[in-house]
């Protein structure tokens, strides 16, 4: 199993440019989420999604479009890059139960938007 | 704000010392208190969860010691190796959402041989 992979793994971008970054899980998890890193600030939930079709917004939405169309993958757009969002971009998947389940994070993807 | 405040920012031991990293917060919804270990390049890893009715947990040489009426829990690594060197993120579960995690700053621990 490849678990959660991301593309791509790094890419430059003009403030105003739109990209999309793909997140795939093989292991036929329910819930997904995309996750921004900064120095100094943690992991902050941008979108996350409960299940094929749905998606909600995390603490930090503004700027980002989720979708999943497929259960093994969620996509995050940016429509118009701004510096702001220059950072580390985490996906992980979770599968559905009751109590704590671990969540899977890919490698992640740095984006640099000059 | 940070729901999980976490200290210290980072943190130099020596090998076979103790490193200790500390995490508190508000919110008495959370109901589960995963630790995630990253190195560099790669993406977070579950370490070691607790729930909130149990005042610790083991597993190995990670410990977690959790006081609920202060709202704070701490990561113990026992016997500290260079290979534990990493960033530590402490989190906490929320009730809503999907096993929705809100994440401390990071600790960087460094363990010099």
């Not at chain 1, 702001?84 to 640099?112: D, H, I, K, M, W």
């Not at chain 2, 500390?22 to 630790?35: I, L, Q, S």
């Amino acid at each position: 199993n490849a678990g959660v992979t991301q593309t791509p793994k790094f890419r430059v971008l003009k403030t105003g440019q739109s990209m999309t970054l793909l997140c795939a899980q093989d292991m036929n998890h329910e819930y997904m989420y995309w996750y921004r890193q900064d120095p100094g600030m943690g992991l902050r939930l941008i979108h996350y999604s409960v299940g094929e079709g749905t998606t909600a917004k995390g603490e930090v939405p503004d700027g980002y479009n989720v979708s999943r169309l497929k259960k093994q993958n969620f996509l995050l757009g940016l429509e118009s890059a701004a510096p702001s969002q220059t950072s580390v971009y985490f996906c992980a998947s979770c599968p559905l139960g009751t109590g704590y389940n671990e969540q899977f994070f890919g490698p992640g993807t740095r984006l640099t938007v000059l | 704000q940070q729901q999980v405040k976490q200290s210290p920012q980072s943190l130099i031991v020596q090998k076979g010392g103790i490193s200790i990293i500390n995490c508190a917060y508000e919110n008495t919804a959370f109901d589960y208190f995963p630790w995630y270990q990253q190195f560099p390049g790669k993406g977070p890893a579950l370490l070691i969860a607790i729930r909130p009715d149990v005042s610790e947990k083991k597993e190995g040489r990670f410990t977690i010691s959790f006081n609920k009426s202060a709202k704070q829990f701490s990561l113990h690594i026992m016997d500290s190796q260079p290979g534990d060197s990493a960033t530590y993120f402490c989190a906490a579960k929320g009730q809503t959402g999907a096993n929705n995690l809100f994440f401390g700053t990071g600790t960087r621990l460094t363990v010099i041989p």
